[in-house]
C-alpha cells in the first residue's frame, strides 16, 4: 500500500526566511506529486505539481523531486506570515482523482 | 463560476445514525471523488464516481456509500454512525482524461458524532 510521510511540525520560520517542507513515498512507481496549502478550517488549496525529476518553480515556491530517493520537497523563499498553514504532500493513487496524503506539516511564520 | 459547493457545512448526529452529504461539482467538471480527513491527519480517499458508477473505492467498510446523478453532483452516505467518523468530508471535482493537477476541492463538511 502507498504511503507518503512527512515531518508533522510545527516548523517554525522568521519572515523573509526560506521554508523546507520534506516528503518521502513508499511506492517508487509513482509518478505524480502534489503540494497543498491548508489554512486552519479550510479546505486544501493545489499550489505545486511537479512529475519530473529536479526543479520545478513556482513565483516564491520550489518543488524538488528525487525519484532515485524517493523524495519531494517543497521551498518557500521570502516566507510571509500569511504562508502559516498546514502543507500536505500528495501522490497519485493509480487513477484520476486518487490521492494518497501525507498528514501534513505545520508550518509557521513568525513577524 | 462556482466551484465545488458542499452542503451542510457542519453537521452534529448521534451514534448509530445515518447521514446523507451532498456535492456539486465545479462547471464542466465531471468526475467526483470523497475523501475523509479526520483531526490531525491528511485527507483519505473513499471513492470516486463518474458516469453514475463507482469507478475506485479506497479502504472504507461498506458504511460508506455513494451516488452520483445525471447532473454531476454526488451525495455520501455513511450508516451506523461511529464516533470515529467524526470529521472534515471533503469532496473533489475533476474532469476526466484531465490531469489531476485540474482538481478542485470543495469547502467541505464538518461531521461530528456524538
Known amino acids: 500500500q502507498k504511503e507518503v510521510e512527512q515531518n508533522s511540525g510545527p516548523l517554525s520560520v522568521p519572515e523573509g526566511a526560506i521554508a523546507s517542507l520534506n516528503c518521502t513515498y513508499s511506492d517508487r512507481g509513482s509518478q505524480s506529486f502534489f503540494w497543498y496549502r491548508q489554512y486552519s478550517g479550510k479546505s486544501p488549496e493545489l499550489i505545486m505539481f511537479?512529475?519530473?525529476?529536479g526543479d520545478k518553480e513556482d513565483g516564491r515556491f520550489t518543488a524538488q523531486l528525487n525519484k532515485a530517493s524517493q523524495y519531494v520537497s517543497l521551498l518557500i523563499r521570502d516566507s510571509q506570515p500569511s504562508d502559516s498553514a498546514t502543507y500536505l504532500c500528495?501522490?497519485?493513487?493509480?487513477?484520476?482523482?486518487?490521492?494518497?496524503f501525507g498528514k501534513g506539516t505545520k508550518l509557521s511564520v513568525k513577524p | 463560476d462556482a466551484g465545488v459547493t458542499q452542503s451542510p457545512t457542519h453537521l452534529i448526529k448521534t451514534r448509530g445514525q445515518q447521514v446523507t452529504l451532498r456535492c456539486s461539482p465545479k462547471s464542466g467538471h465531471d468526475t467526483v471523488s470523497w475523501y475523509q480527513q479526520a483531526l490531525g491527519q491528511g485527507p483519505q480517499f473513499i471513492f470516486q464516481?463518474?458516469?453514475?458508477?463507482?469507478?475506485q473505492r479506497g479502504n472504507f467498510p461498506d458504511r460508506f456509500s455513494g451516488h452520483q446523478f445525471p447532473n454531476y453532483s454526488s451525495e455520501l452516505n455513511v450508516n451506523a454512525l461511529l464516533l470515529g467518523d467524526s470529521a472534515l468530508y471533503l469532496c473533489a471535482s475533476s474532469a476526466v482524461g484531465r490531469g489531476i493537477e485540474t482538481q478542485y476541492f470543495g469547502p467541505g463538511t464538518r461531521l461530528l458524532v456524538l
Open positions: 464516481y463518474y458516469e453514475e458508477e463507482e469507478r
Open positions: 500528495a501522490v497519485e493513487g493509480g487513477s484520476q482523482g486518487n490521492l494518497i
Open positions: 511537479i512529475y519530473s525529476n
